[in-house]
């Protein structure tokens, strides 16, 4: 059974930084790519970042390029987020996420709080 449970989220003032974690198991982390969506209040969830199984690969959304940067430790079956220049904007729930062929996996989610 896939298990993704994320941490680190919290309340930050605009210009903050925070770093989401997401342990994973129940899966072959070492061989999955994974990533990080959000959903704000009264919207869609929207893709934030994704790196390859090897971390040699990563894509970020417009939105957080140059602010977030997403990286794993394949040793402990984890995946970050660090997040940098917080913004208002950036409050959401963050999620983790992996979808091998035909699956789709999915954290409970973080709340992330940045005030102005």
């Known amino acids: 059974q896939v298990q993704l449970v994320e941490s680190g989220g919290g309340l930050v003032q605009a210009g903050g930084s925070l770093r989401l974690s997401c342990a994973a198991s129940g899966l072959t982390f070492s061989t999955s790519a994974m990533g990080w969506f959000r959903q704000a209040p009264g919207k869609e969830r929207e893709f934030v970042a994704r790196i390859s199984w090897s971390g040699g690969w990563t894509y970020y959304a417009d939105s957080v390029k140059g602010r977030f940067t997403i990286s794993r430790d394949n040793a402990k079956n984890t995946l970050y987020l660090q997040m940098n220049v917080l913004k208002p904007e950036d409050t959401a729930v963050y999620y983790c996420?992996?979808?091998?062929?035909?699956?789709?996996?999915w954290g409970q989610g973080t709340q992330v709080t940045v005030s102005s």
């Open positions: 996420n992996t979808n091998p062929p035909g699956r789709n996996y």
